[in-house]
């Protein structure tokens, strides 16, 4: 019975031994073994005519094999001349070299320094899968040739390959998996679509310089967009990609981004400039930079800066594959150093906006000085404080602004025993406020320097129940776990604090165990509620993933709220909202799903429905429903949504992907898009149609519609820098089928 492997690319297996402990062993991989000092590979000849002189040549006719390491002569005939180490092989000639194999009429080589050449060869690279042909190639070492006249292409149909590079000469490096073409033009579907003096290119996956595929997208704001990115290798840590972008309705635009990575620090920096944007007839800019760096002794630094001309350049100029989801208005520049030691956190920044809304900006800091300090189960205590030091100004006129001076301490103790929890917790909230000025809108009487504070009491405590449950034949333990929350804070009058940095707390499952409504410095309700959530669990007993969750939770308010700020509705004595929410993962079928019920209007205020099903990578479909009632936060808009994604095969190589936002309240597209994705063996092709709108600097939203396209040539160029970006934000679950694993050098070893 004879036994077959598979031969692996990772480390050699270990020998079977048979069962006489004298026979051979079963080696499931082929390994090298470097020779002893003064020791040299030995030189083996095999053919159906074997002639010659000992130790000055020998002569080899039919099926004639020379070999020697790794390397390996095949040929009708063989003469190699011992003393000058010569081989010349005629008719059919097979080379193979660490797997790669050349296949011509003639080759003539110096066998131990697997030099030589070979006339009109056709050629295989096993590792990087390239292939080719050429009229010579002179073979410089195991690792490196030149070939003139020649092609390279990594499709697998060598006679009439998809794409390919032709060039005068090929320089081609498998050490440095590297090729440089000399006037090399490069063909795809027998059509020339570039041409260089020089184009250089990688043999694997690895980074290299050189001209990243292009991208092309027809757009109703930019009309025809094409993108040439070129890529810089500088260094492993460094590189730098410029994007030259051609925008028929705009002008020529310049990208550059540079990223770097050190063992202490790490950012980016992208700049895009357009210089006279033919649309808007001004000059268009965005500059983007991130910094992360460690100082030592367990201080860190970071700088995150974003700046644009207008507000409309994140959807007008952006990269036509970037993903575009709607406008933006606010900005971000920020700079801070932290420290972090043990129980102590502190964080000195400073804080910009740069502001497109029609509403008042954010408040900037400069600075802020943030301290912490948390100590956990000390003899079952948690204790700790955080003090806050900020300067609020803006740039508005007739605003509010100044100082304010934080101080929250707070301290818990938890009662923990198998199946049961409880947690008491005393807050302190302490506000000063000294302001520099005080605004138009301001309350009347408003004093520059005066401060409050607020004592919070909470006691929260939890149960969990288990039991063995079968369902459908499935072995299940489910849970039971109830939850009682209570709050109590007096009433302080807080009318006096500006708002610097608040804003009510959204209502939701996570925001009912809270103990305060509002979250930021400012304002600090005043409640006496509790709160009772119910949730059980059904875990599969085997391997303990979580199938099935259900949750139900409810505030009840025993005195109406006082404490209140612009958008916020005070609740009243009585039961609050209601909350249900369940989440379903069995098999390929995924159920999300959230409501929020006003028991005093008897109406809903929000709900949310997802479905996903995933039958296996690149076959999905998901469909999702959100509602939420008008309120202050969505500008007294009711939101009524539905949203429908997906990706699934036409084909064996073709594959479709959709996505599609609309509002049942306005009837119209709010974003969408179709495309499709072709992969072949060697090349791949992304084409979509996108509508996006833009609400980023006007009360009337503005819609915006492209054609995306890219072309990806496996083997030359592996980047994503096209359309599976978008695809992957606008389809949850979207997957690429992964890159096939390298054979083994040994793979084509006869």
């Known amino acids: 019975m004879s036994h077959v492997y598979a031969q692996s690319s990772s480390v050699a297996a270990q020998p079977e031994q048979t069962n006489d402990p004298w026979s051979l062993s079963l080696a499931p991989q082929l390994d090298e073994h470097p020779f002893a000092p003064g020791m040299s590979a030995a030189t083996f000849g095999l053919g159906s005519e074997v002639t010659g002189t000992y130790d000055a040549d020998l002569s080899l006719k039919g099926s004639a094999e020379l070999r020697r390491a790794t390397s390996i002569v095949q040929a009708d005939a063989i003469h190699y001349d011992v003393d000058q180490d010569v081989a010349d092989a005629f008719g059919h000639v097979v080379l193979t070299r660490d797997g790669n194999q050349f296949v011509g009429p003639y080759a003539h080589l110096r066998v131990d320094a697997n030099e030589g050449m070979m006339t009109t060869p056709r050629y295989h690279f096993i590792l990087s899968d390239g292939n080719g042909s050429g009229s010579l190639v002179e073979l410089h070492d195991d690792q490196q040739e030149t070939l003139y006249d020649g092609t390279y292409t990594t499709c697998q149909c060598v006679d009439d390959p998809t794409w390919y590079v032709r060039a005068s000469r090929l320089e081609l490096d498998n050490a440095q998996n590297n090729g440089v073409a000399h006037n090399g033009v490069l063909f795809f579907l027998g059509v020339p679509i570039f041409a260089s003096p020089w184009l250089s290119f990688p043999l694997d996956g690895t980074r290299r310089s050189g001209i990243l595929p292009p991208t092309f997208s027809v757009s109703s704001t930019n009309g025809y967009d094409v993108a040439v990115p070129v890529y810089f290798n500088l260094a492993p840590n460094y590189d730098l990609t410029l994007t030259p972008r051609l925008m028929s309705k705009r002008g020529v635009m310049l990208t550059t981004e540079y990223r770097y990575l050190t063992p202490s620090y790490s950012g980016s920096l992208s700049l895009a400039y357009l210089p006279h944007d033919a649309l808007t007839n001004t000059d268009r800019y965005s500059i983007s930079f991130q910094h992360q760096q460690t100082l030592g002794a367990d201080f860190s630094a970071y700088v995150n800066y974003h700046r644009v001309s207008d507000a409309n350049v994140t959807t007008d100029l952006a990269n036509s594959s970037s993903v575009v989801v709607g406008g933006q208005s606010l900005f971000q520049q920020e700079a801070g150093v932290a420290f972090n030691h043990g129980p102590w956190s502190v964080l000195t920044r400073v804080q910009y906006w740069q ?287 539905v949203l429908l994604s997906g990706e699934w095969p036409l084909t064996r190589r073709l594959s479709g992907v959709g996505q599609i936002d609309y509002d049942i309240v306005s009837h119209r597209v709010l974003a969408g898009l179709i495309g499709l994705q072709y992969q072949a063996d060697c090349w791949g092709v992304s084409l979509a149609f996108q509508k996006y709108t833009n609400i980023s600097s006007t009360t009337t939203p503005t819609t915006g519609t492209r054609v995306l396209m890219q072309l990806q040539l496996n083997g030359l160029s592996r980047i994503d820098n096209g359309l599976q970006q978008q695809f992957r934000a606008s389809i949850p679950g979207y997957s690429v089928a992964p890159a096939a694993l390298p054979e083994s050098r040994f793979s084509n070893y006869p």
Not at 364 to 380: I, L, S, W
Not at 599 to 618: C, H, L, M, N, P
């Open 355 to 641: 502001s497109f809304s029609d509403t008042t900006p954010p408040y900037n800091r400069e600075p802020e000085v943030n301290v912490k300090y948390a100590r956990y189960d000390v003899e079952g205590f948690d204790f700790g404080a955080t003090w806050n030091a900020t300067r609020f100004t803006i740039p508005v006129a007739n605003s509010t602004q100044g100082e304010r001076l934080l101080f929250d301490p707070y301290v818990s103790y938890e009662f923990e025993r198998p199946g049961w929890y409880a947690i008491p917790k005393l807050q302190w909230h302490v506000a000063s406020y000294d302001l520099s000025s005080i605004g138009a809108d301001a309350p009347a009487g408003q004093p520059k320097t005066f401060s409050f504070n607020v004592p919070t009491l909470s006691f929260d405590s939890g149960m969990t129940f288990e039991r063995n449950v079968n369902l459908f034949g499935v072995g299940l333990i489910q849970t039971l776990e109830p939850r009682l929350y209570y709050v109590y804070t007096p009433y302080r009058n807080q009318n006096y604090a500006p708002i610097f940095d608040t804003a009510p707390l959204d209502f939701g499952l996570a925001e009912v165990f809270t103990s305060n409504r509002f979250v930021g410095g400012d304002r600090v309700s005043d409640l006496n509620r509790i709160t009772a959530g119910l949730t059980t669990r059904f875990v599969d007993a085997a391997n303990g993933n979580e199938l099935a969750r259900f949750v139900l939770a409810q505030e009840y308010y025993f005195r109406n709220t006082q404490v209140t700020m612009t958008g916020d509705s005070p609740p009243t004595v009585g039961p609050s909202n209601l909350i249900a929410g369940d989440s379903l993962n069995i098999g390929a079928v995924s159920v999300q799903q959230g409501i929020e019920y006003n028991q005093s209007s008897e109406e809903f205020t929000q709900a949310t429905i997802g479905v996903g099903w995933k039958r296996a990578d690149g076959k999905i479909l998901n469909a999702a429903y959100l509602y939420a009632r008008a309120n202050a936060t969505l500008d007294n808009e009711t939101e009524n949504q």
